[in-house]
């Protein structure tokens, strides 16, 4: 009689199954919520004033936008995850290598 707990041979996986981590999960990274131009971040000092005057913390997020750029000095696409402020900033200099010199940021 087999029994349900019974050592066997392990099922067949392929390399791409065996690169994942635990129980399938996706190899993705969580990014934080920064500009990736400017460096803003989330206000977290942020307090929301009801109407009797009770004061919750809440958290004020930056308005961020994945953005594509074609970068002249790279030759090719450079995918940014940008504030819109820093949007605006990359429109005032004409393209994203020219705002990142600007502010001293190396691309890559």
């Excluded at 707990?5 to 791409?16: E, I, N, W």
């Excluded at 942020?46 to 005057?53: D, E, K, P």
């Excluded at 930056?62 to 970068?71: A, G, M």
Aim: a positive charge.
């Amino acid at each position: 009689s087999a029994s349900a707990f019974s050592v066997g041979k392990p099922l067949q996986t392929s390399p791409r199954q065996e690169s994942r981590t635990r129980s399938g999960a996706s190899s993705m990274v969580m990014r934080a919520r920064v500009c990736d131009l400017l460096g803003k971040r989330p206000n977290r000092q942020a307090r929301v004033v009801t109407f009797s005057h009770k004061r919750n913390k809440s958290v004020q997020h930056v308005n961020l936008q994945w953005k594509r750029y074609y970068s002249d000095e790279l030759g090719r696409n450079v995918r940014l995850r940008l504030s819109t402020k820093g949007m605006k900033t990359v429109n005032k200099y004409g393209s994203v290598g020219a705002a990142a010199g600007e502010i001293w940021l190396d691309l890559f």
